[in-house]
DNA sequence: AATTTAATGTTGTCAGTGTCAACTTTAGAA
DNA sequence: TTCTAAAGTTGACACTGACAACATTAAATT
């Protein structure tokens, strides 16, 4: 509660800082370098201040990946603001604000996905992030299924045949391995791509 | 060249070893805790041996990721096997093959798609290998588009879309995040999963 | 207002890591 | 047979995550 000054022995909201910190480092370095002592420093603290608030190495960085899946569900929402619920373009432009933010965001949307390994049951708040990160597209699609533009079909299934898209262009383009240039080409790209996910949707069935 | 038995000072084939080795190691724990020296260790042979084979820890990793694509590729060209080039199974049998894979070497298969951090223009043998394996993909759906069966978009593209489609689908798997059961379930969901991507590739045109 | 207490931050330590440098052993070319 | 370069070893260094013991402080209790 008390808020201190910085530079009292008592930080004042330390917690918070160092997710920050860490934030900061894993944009500029990447995360394989990321070691707990280092973000102690970047915040001016002994090297074991953070074991206060976090219980380990991984505990941090969940908060981190956390703190990730709340930014990407409000991109998410915010992409889908001004578009009519009955349109194709709306799916298209989550899908384009999704890859987007991985793009933007490299390291902190590997960190999101898995480069650190979590144990999920642990850390329930960043299950339950990502979670709602997730209910957009479930949300959408169930919008598009009442206006009639998709399939009859489980919405959370298609939602997640959904998500594997994306989130499969995001980490193949980080990974360098679509080989299609960023700009303008990677953009048709990412139309052709949601065109040819929203006609499979779309579709009643016959296989 | 020498066929050297194991306990003389000089190894024989240490380089291929240090790599099972740690694709053993890599399967039991994971990557996160892997470290060169344990790989060592478990061959039998002193902290710095692994420096005369491997320029870095990163150089022993993208070996072994290069051996797991040369692995993938043969799943893939297997499971093609046996199926008509001109039906809609060819692609299903593929990516179902494909998501397998994934889940049967988990570990293994993060370490090939970035979970440690490869300069990609510095390992020309990982680029080579896993581009053959996308290969695999191109070839089925430009193979499809003669027998009639896709539409006449460019086939790089078309196999870009598949590949991010069971690629995410592999990743959100391994991190748990489907929320689908292992087992007939899961295999449901990628059967309308490829469905849906099968009936997007085959439409023509209109958004 | 004084005292206690629990939260927060620090120092010291440990085993383990990746990598460098210097040394030793060995296989095969000269 | 000698020489040399490749292959393996030993020792060192700075760095890491984590633990234990200690110090400081804010605020709850008296």
Redesign the interface.
Known sequence: MALVTKNSYHHGDLRQNLIDAAIALISEE?I?DLSLRQVARRVGVSHNAPYRHFEDKEALLAAVAEQGFQCLRVTMETAKQGIPIDS?QCLEAIGIAYVNFALAQPFHY?LM?????YN?SKHSALAEA?QQS?MVLVNTIREGQSAGIFRS?DPL??A??A???????S??A?????Q?KQGEEFVT?LK??S???????A?NS??
């Open positions: 990447g394989s194709f590997r996905f898995g480069d650190y390994r999920l990502a997730f079909a299934s298609m997640r045949v998500w594997s898209l994306v989130h499969g262009q980490m193949l980080l990974d360098n391995r679509l299609v790209f052709f791509s065109q040819i996910l929203i006609q499979g949707l579709g016959a296989t």
